[in-house]
Structure formats: C-alpha cells, structure tokens
C-alpha cells in the first residue's frame, strides 16, 4: 500500500504553503468520481494512512435480490458481477494490497445443479470479458479452494487469467472458488504431517507453531484480512477464511450483494477506520493523524485532498514579499 508523506509547496493568494501530504493514494479514486456527490465526500473522509492492507467479502444476497424483483432466484448471480467490477476498481484506485472474494463454497455445490452451472458460465464469462480491463488495471488474480473438483474449462480458464495477470503488481484479486475453510486447515495439516515424515526420514524435525500452519494455507504470503465485509444481513462467517479472520474487524451491511455500491464500500472503510484494533493488547496503534479541514480551500488550489495535520500546514505557511 502506498502511503508515503511527502511535501509540497503551494501558492494561496499572496502566500506560499508547504504542505505535508499523502502521496497519490485516493486521489487516483477522486479523479474518477463525479465531483459533488456522496461517493466524494466520502472519499475524502478517508485517511489514506490507515486502509485496510486486505479486504474480503462475503458478496451475498444475490437470491433474495431476484426474489424481491419476482425474477427467478438464479437472476441475482449475473446482476451480482457489477458490484465486483465496482470493489476491484475501488480498492485498485486505493492502492489495497489484496481482496479476497467468496465467489463460489465448498458448499455450495447442494444446489441446484442448474443453478450451479450458471455460477460455473458466468465466471467463465467474466474471465473472458474482463480479463483486458482487469490487466489494464494491474490485477493480479489467485484463486484459492479445492480447484481440483471444477470443470475441466472453468480450471482452464482460471489457469489462463492467473497466468496473464501473474506479473501484475497493483490489487491482488484472490477468488474464493469451492473453499472451505475447514478444507483448507485440513490441506494445510496433511501438508504438515507430510513435511514433518519428510524431514524425519532425514533425521530432522520442523517446528510446529503459527507460521508453519499458515505457511501451508492457501493464502501463504499474503497479509490476513483486516476488514471482513459481509452483505445482506447474516451475522455469520460461513468457512470463509477461518485461520485468517482472527483479528479482522467485521462489517456486516443489510444492503443486499448485487446494491452494494461504491459509497457502500467507501461506508464500510470508514467504518474500519473508526476501529480500535488492540490484537488481544490494551493500546490502540497509533492512528496516523485524520486529514481534516482545508479540503476545500486545497482543492481550489489544485492541492492533494489529504492533509496530515491543518495547524501544522498553518504554521509552515510563509509570507511572499
Ligand atoms: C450468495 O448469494 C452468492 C453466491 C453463492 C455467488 C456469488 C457469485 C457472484 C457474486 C457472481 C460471480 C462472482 C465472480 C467473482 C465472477 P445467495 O445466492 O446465497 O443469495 P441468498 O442468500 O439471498 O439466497
């Protein structure tokens, strides 16, 4: 994430500000937004100093969303894929490390079969049609769950966007396709059983603790979420990332998946942003000071929205002679 301080000197009226600002992180998302409007003023609201490194998403809903509209229940699915283009561009504009979306669990495979192949088409059809726009926007994709149990094409086309987006470096975008978080300890434990014989035929031993079960998760690497966003309603965690989750904030929204919008999103940042995260210990992390005030009279001298600190942008201001 990128969020380095960096100044910069300004002309307002007669006098010449040095500022302290944030570097490019949510200017990248006011300049795609339309100016006046709620998704601005909450934009602005964020401290680009405290995003969330990794966000998930229970995306659910999506069958109730038909149902409220008399469509069949199966409807929701393909009016659920606007809210992924608007959660992927947003957290890309932020510069968010990773999101982790739960597209598809373990599961879900009691449905209905048709029901199921729909799923199965519409993400190949996502695939197909978004790959450009999601390599224009720097993804990268990964995909986590027992992959070995999809359609040989659905794996095919998965393998051919993850190898198209690998050299990517902006938004990790981690698919969450039949996982189980259950599973997916139980992957991780046979994984370390199998290291550990390994290493006794060899007259060694590995050290069983934290890191060596997370090192064989199928998020190996990446940073555990920090915002756990849930939609519709539901007041549970559904096997989604049960290992990763332990110090995540949870947000839960009634709004159904397929209406969650931009500003919902930028609702759901702040709401993290208000958070005391203590990790199990007493003191809060030191937030980085909230951007506040002066907005308005920067942006009408064309300066970054993000201001550390008004007083002290005040007391650098310097007279012209
Ligand atoms: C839950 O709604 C949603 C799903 C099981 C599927 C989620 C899939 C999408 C949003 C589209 C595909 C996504 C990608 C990334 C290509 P539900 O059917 O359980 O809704 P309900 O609880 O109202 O019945």
Redesign the pocket.
């Known amino acids: 994430m990128s969020s380095t301080l960096y100044s910069k000197v300004v002309r307002r009226g007669k006098r010449f500000h040095a500022l302290l600002c944030y570097d490019e992180t949510v200017r990248a998302l006011l300049e795609t937004l339309e100016k006046g409007g709620e998704e601005v003023r909450l934009a602005q609201a964020i401290d680009p100093g405290r995003l969330p490194a990794h966000i998930a998403i229970i995306?659910?809903?999506?069958?109730?969303?038909a149902?409220r509209r008399s469509l069949p229940?199966v409807a929701?699915?393909?009016a659920?894929?606007r809210?992924?283009r608007t959660a992927i561009e947003t957290c890309g504009q932020l510069g968010i490390e990773a999101l982790t979306?739960?597209?598809?669990?373990a599961e879900?495979w009691k449905?209905p079969k048709a029901e199921v192949e729909m799923?199965w088409r519409?993400?190949r059809s996502?695939?197909r049609s978004e790959l450009p726009d999601l390599i224009r926007q720097g993804v990268r994709l990964t995909v986590i769950g027992r992959l070995e149990a999809l359609p040989g094409q659905v794996r095919a086309d998965l393998a051919e966007a993850l190898r198209k987006t690998s050299q990517n470096n902006g938004l990790q975008v981690n698919?969450a396709i039949n996982y189980s978080g259950r599973a997916e300890l139980v992957d991780a434990v046979k994984a370390l059983v199998k290291d550990a014989q390994d290493a006794a035929r060899r007259g060694k031993e590995i050290e069983i603790d934290e890191a060596a079960i997370a090192d064989r998760l199928y998020t190996a690497g990446s940073p555990d979420p920090d915002l756990l966003i849930r939609t519709?309603g539901?007041m549970r965690v559904s096997n989604f990332l049960l290992w990763q989750i332990a110090y995540a904030e949870l947000y839960v929204t009634d709004t159904?998946?397929p209406d969650f919008t931009r500003a919902d999103l930028l609702r759901a940042i702040l709401d993290y942003q208000k958070r005391d995260r203590r990790f199990g210990g007493l003191g809060a992390h030191a937030p980085r000071p909230v951007p506040t005030g002066l907005r308005d009279t920067l942006a009408e001298a064309g300066v970054v929205e993000n201001i550390v600190e008004p007083a002290l942008v005040e007391s650098l201001s310097v007279p012209t002679q």
Request: glycine content about 12%; overall charge positive; aromatic content about 16%.
């Open positions: 995306m659910d809903g999506n069958g109730r969303w149902r229940r929701g699915h393909p659920g894929m809210p992924v979306l739960y597209a598809f669990s879900n449905r799923l519409l993400l996502y695939l698919l519709s539901e159904l998946w």
